[in-house]
């Protein structure tokens, strides 16, 4: 029995294959204190969930926002960044490049807007290996500013639209973009 009681400790079970994480320290919405953003893989495995922890004046971090299964995790060299852009706001990356068809790119845009995250903007750029075309999407969802268009054989031909957008937090952002873009069904 003892050995039974051994061997099921010894083995690896699903629920504990949450074999990726990443975290980033950084005043996330202004307030000079320290906050943390995590990705952190779901039980199921590949996707992430992200995590924003908001810095406290003791030093602790509160829990603020949970968006559930935010990006796709894949295998080596494949696998969600975290970053902070040149305005101090939060980028959420990531990748496939496992489609030797059609792989892709993401950039998620994280900023507190109105007293919430949300998803203030993004970037999508997926790659047609049979017409050797780059098909190119950048958002800012504040703004409403979409461009969007493709590069082939050297030529670029981007346009440059105005959207109504209706900003909405992050946590619950469902993995849509712009009609203008549609990315996911090219």
Not at 9 to 23: G, I
Request: hydrophobic content about 40%; glycine content about 10%.
């Amino acid at each position: 029995m003892r050995f039974i009681i051994l061997f099921l400790l010894l083995v690896p079970t699903a629920s504990l294959a949450q074999d990726f994480a990443v975290s980033l320290d950084t005043d996330l919405n202004g307030d000079g204190l320290p906050d943390q953003a995590r990705l952190t893989e779901t039980p199921e495995g590949g996707t992430a969930d992200l995590t924003i922890l908001l810095g406290q004046p003791d030093g602790s971090l509160k829990q603020d926002v949970i968006a559930k299964s935010l990006v796709w995790v894949g295998g080596e060299g494949e696998k969600p960044q975290l970053f902070v852009d040149k305005n101090g706001v939060l980028e959420v990356f990531s990748i496939d490049r496992l489609k030797p068809r059609k792989s892709w790119t993401q950039s998620l845009t994280i900023a507190p807007h109105n007293g919430v995250f949300v998803l203030a903007g993004f970037s999508y750029d997926w790659f047609d290996a049979g017409t050797e075309t780059i098909h190119i999407c950048k958002g800012d969802l504040l703004s409403g500013h979409i461009e969007s268009g493709q590069r082939a054989k050297g030529v670029t031909d981007i346009g440059v639209s105005e959207i109504d957008v209706k900003v909405v937090p992050i946590d619950v952002w469902v993995q849509s973009f712009p009609e203008e873009c549609e990315p996911l069904s090219q």
